[in-house]
């Protein structure tokens, strides 16, 4: 038989300052507003590029952007949850490893846009 923690995580140690927990909350909103603007992306390339580009390239050009968005819009929350858990610990902020996949992916995404858009019809 399990047992139930006593407290759910988000009341685990001491109420940070409001502050704080403010600017957890519009960090994990600006990362949501990012994903949503990469499928978004994503979108636009399946409907207006990929139709005079009549070939997979497109197609991949847009999974890639709204898989770049889905996975940004996945690991806010997760950010957003450790960041609290370690304010209400008193911890230090933890680092994130998605940041650099995410500007890798955003670069080789462009790339693949610009190589798109001069290479003509």
Partial sequence: ????????WYEEGEEPDDRFSLANERTVLAWFR??????A???????????????PVGTAR?????GTGTLLCV??????????LAMRHNRPLPL??????????????????LALITEGP
């Fill in 75 to 84: 690991t806010a929350y997760r950010r957003w949850r450790s960041v609290q």
């Fill in 34 to 39: 990012t994903g949503l603007a990469l499928m």
């Fill in 62 to 66: 847009g999974v890639a952007l709204a």
């Fill in 1 to 8: 038989m399990r047992r139930r923690p006593s407290k759910p």
């Fill in 96 to 113: 994130t490893r998605v940041l650099p996949v995410l500007a890798a992916g955003a670069a080789l995404s462009g790339v693949a846009l």
């Fill in 41 to 55: 992306g994503a979108l636009a390339v399946a409907q207006f590029i990929q139709p005079h580009l009549r070939a």
